[in-house]
């Protein structure tokens, strides 16, 4: 049996390591954006994390808090990094701000064996959108 907690945790690295081949995400993992946005499959959720890889090349995730009941792994932690390039978004590009960000994020992972199946991330949008300078921008 595997341990879920470890299957999380070897997700973690591999997106502060920004490689999406050590990432353990299931053919068919389903993952939901925090606007509600759902992924579906492994090159759509490694699309998502690669699009912030590119917007926040030095990007990093920190864990803060981990809690495991069986194959449901809940993560309370904080993205760091800069913003030195654009950002994919469905309403097109954003251009870099050249801003740090800091923002706390919180998920729920299922786990299949050693693959992560599942995903809901939650984070403040309105903080993500401000530390980047962005909200009188999105207000106009």
């Known amino acids: 049996m595997s341990d879920p907690e470890a299957v999380v945790q ?3 690295d591999a997106w ?3 490689d999406a081949d050590a990432d353990p995400w299931s053919e068919d993992a389903v993952f939901t954006t925090p ?6 499959g492994r090159d759509e959720v490694l699309g998502f ?14 864990v803060v ?8 792994v809940m993560t309370e932690g904080r993205l760091i990094g800069t913003h030195d390039g654009p950002l994919a978004t ?4 954003v251009p870099a ?7 706390g994020w919180m998920c729920v992972q299922e786990v299949r064996g050693d693959e992560v199946i599942s995903e809901n991330l939650y984070f403040n949008q309105l903080q993500f ?8 921008d999105a207000a106009t």
Not at 129 to 136: I, N, S
């Open 49 to 62: 994390g690669r699009s912030f890889w590119t917007a926040f090349p030095d990007s990093r995730l920190e």
């Open 129 to 136: 959108l401000g530390q980047l300078g962005l909200l009188e």
């Open 35 to 40: 606007d509600g946005t759902e992924l579906n």
């Open 10 to 12: 070897q997700h973690i």
């Open 16 to 18: 502060n390591a920004h």
């Open 97 to 103: 701000t050249g801003r740090t960000l800091d923002v």
């Open 90 to 93: 469905p309403d097109g590009e």
């Open 65 to 72: 808090t981990r809690i495991a009941e069986g194959n449901i």
